[in-house]
Structure formats: structure tokens, C-alpha cells
């Protein structure tokens, strides 16, 4: 599939600190590509880089093959949306999704339809008339998605678009969104610090570092798969630590005593990810390891699990609602070679 949008090497200095540090990117048309990395990362920067709003210091933005270099915001032909709204305050909110409709020349009854439609999608039916500034923090970033949303562009770029609607009204959008952009054909780019969002929206997942892209991925890949211990972290994963692959390349020494690996493991001292879900709560007479339950959590779905065994970091493990020991019970533990992860890279401060 051709890249609609091409960033080479690209890169932006502030008072001589690369806040986006030689980035290579390619986003398919019609693709949508989530980029998530904590405060700092520099995905905000990125976004305004290749929207015209932020100069590169080098490399280069191409949309559609066309070097993007001297052409401003207003002619680059993406949508925008920031956290910030930008929104007219001078016109209600319907005039404010119909913007970029009378831009392109569209009539006045093509105009209310689309400005209906979009209204509903994002949870504000009959608001067209509502003036902007009678309308809450969250309403206001509702009228501003469907506005950068009305004239249908090719590359819609949305920087933490959902940010500040309540969790259920975020968890319905982002659905009818992904749908929405499936049968527009839009390409998306769009910044979110909500890793659940990020999952749920993209086709692919792009997690930022100091700058640079540390992985890249399917939703499925970086979450099965995390390149390091700096993902594995920042995708919520406490349960890493150092160890030795042994020459077998099947087994590790951890602190938590000999863990499963996966098959082929190249032996050496390594730093490794057991995943909650890896971390089974068995019969004292299979258990690999005997811990006491520190804490537990309830999350909806599952418990989890704070487990102590004896002097050894604790370990997180998820456990089904009805089988979820007490605080302070003695459980044995055994590990799960198919999720566990080999990670590469160094240990993250």
C-alpha cells in the first residue's frame, strides 16, 4: 500500500535539545497509526511537525510523494484537531463544524446534513444552535472533532482527541470512530496518551522515547512483544528483572529461582518480562515458587494479584474473580514460557 505520509530523518531542536531526534515514519493511505510515549516523547511535537505548525531543523515531511518544506498549515490538506479546540467563539457550534464544509464550497443543505450527522456521531445531538461558549470543556472538544472531521480529509491528525470525555462516552466514540474512518477511507495520524484508546483505534502503534521511535507495531505485536524494557513499563508491565538464558536457551535464573523462556532464547544476561497472565497460582506440590499475597486489586475483569515470595521483587498476577485468594494467603506459583519475553535494550532508570 503507498505511504501517504513520509517522514525522513526527521528532526526539530529546541535551544539545541532534539525534542524529535532523526524519526523515520511512513503512514499508508488509509491507515491509522496511534503514537503514544509519556510526557516529553516528543509525539505532540511530531504531529505539529508534520502539520506545518512546527519547522523541522531537519530531514524531511512528504505527504502524497510532495515534499512538504515552505508549505503552510491551511494548504497541506489534513485535518486538524488539538487538545486546545481552536474553535470560533463568535459561532455556535453547528457554524463551527460547517467551517471547512463552506471552505470547499458546499451547499447549505449539504452543509446541515453533514453538520448533523457529525453532531450525533459525537454525542451532541440537537447542539448545532448552542452557542460555544455555553458548552462544557468536553463538549467543546466534541464539536471540534467533528469539525476536523466535516470535510473529509485524506490525513486527519488528531492530537489527544478524546482526552477529556468521560470514560464511557470515550469508549463508544472510539468504536464508531474506527468505523467512521473505515468507510471515509481517512488516514489518520493521531497522539493519545490512553494506551486502551491507542489499542482499540489504531491499525498500527507507533510508542515514542526521548525523541525517537523505540517500537512500532501492530496493536497485538507491541503488546505481546514489547522491545524493551522501557515499553514493557510503559504499557503498564511490572514484572521485569534481570536474568541469565542458560546455554540451552530454555530457561533463565531470575531472582524468582529458574523461569521458562521461550525456545531459542539466545543464552546470556538478559533482562526479562513475565506478564501477569504468565504468572499462575498452582498446587503447592507444583509450584516453581511459594509467595504471600501482599495486595489485591479488583479490575473488573480479573484481580490483581501483589504477590511476596520471601526477599524477591514481588510479582504482579492477574487471577479469574471467584479463584482470587485472600490478602495474606500462602500461594505456590508457576510460570508460563508463553508469556514471558526476552527483552533487548538496557534497564530504563
Do not use: Y
Not at 448533523?116 to 451532541?124: F, N, T
Not at 458548552?135 to 485524506?154: D, I, M
Not at 471467584?322 to 506459583?333: S, Y
Amino acid at each position: 500500500m503507498a505511504a501517504l505520509l513520509e517522514l525522513d530523518d526527521a528532526t526539530v531542536r529546541f535551544g539545541g535539545r532534539a525534542v524529535l531526534d532523526h524519526v523515520d515514519l511512513e503512514v499508508a493511505e488509509h491507515e491509522i497509526v496511534c503514537v503514544l510515549g509519556p510526557s516529553g516523547s516528543g509525539k505532540s511535537t511530531l504531529l505539529r511537525a508534520v502539520a506545518g505548525l512546527q519547522p523541522l531543523d531537519g530531514g524531511r515531511v512528504a505527504l502524497g510523494g510532495r515534499d512538504q518544506r515552505g508549505v503552510p498549515a491551511h494548504k497541506r490538506g489534513v485535518g486538524l484537531m488539538f487538545q486546545d479546540h481552536q474553535l470560533f467563539p463568535q459561532r455556535d457550534a453547528g457554524a463551527n463544524v460547517a467551517f471547512g464544509l463552506r471552505m470547499h464550497g458546499a451547499s447549505r443543505a449539504e452543509q446541515d446534513t453533514r453538520v448533523r450527522e457529525l453532531l450525533d456521531l459525537v454525542g451532541l445531538p440537537g447542539a448545532a444552535r448552542r452557542p460555544v461558549s455555553a458548552l462544557s470543556g468536553g463538549e467543546q472538544q466534541r464539536v471540534a472533532l467533528a469539525r476536523a472531521l466535516a470535510p473529509r480529509p485524506r490525513l486527519l491528525m488528531l492530537d489527544e482527541p478524546l482526552g477529556q470525555l468521560d470514560r464511557s462516552l470515550r469508549e463508544r466514540l472510539v468504536v464508531e470512530l474506527r468505523e467512521l474512518f473505515g468507510e471515509l477511507g481517512t488516514t489518520v495520524l493521531a497522539v493519545t496518551h490512553d494506551q486502551g484508546e491507542a489499542f482499540a483505534l489504531a491499525d498500527r502503534v507507533v510508542v515514542m522515547r526521548d525523541g525517537r521511535i523505540a517500537q512500532t507495531g501492530t496493536p497485538l505485536e507491541v503488546w505481546q512483544r514489547p522491545a524493551d524494557e522501557f515499553v514493557a513499563r510503559f504499557l503498564g508491565f511490572d514484572n521485569v528483572v534481570e536474568a541469565t538464558v542458560s546455554v540451552s536457551g530454555d530457561a533463565a535464573d531470575t531472582p524468582w529461582g529458574k523461569v521458562p523462556v521461550p525456545a531459542g532464547s539466545t543464552p546470556g544476561r538478559v533482562r526479562i518480562l513475565v506478564r501477569p497472565t504468565g504468572v499462575r497460582l498452582v498446587e503447592p506440590a507444583d509450584a516453581q515458587l511459594t509467595c504471600t499475597v501482599a495486595a489485591r486489586t479488583f479490575r473488573g475483569t480479573h484481580v490483581a494479584l501483589q504477590l511476596q515470595p520471601g526477599d524477591a521483587p514481588r510479582l504482579e498476577a492477574a487471577c479469574a474473580l471467584r479463584a482470587a485468594p485472600d490478602q495474606g494467603a500462602e500461594v505456590g506459583v508457576a510460570f508460563d514460557a508463553a508469556e514471558i519475553v526476552v527483552l533487548s535494550g538496557a534497564e530504563v532508570p
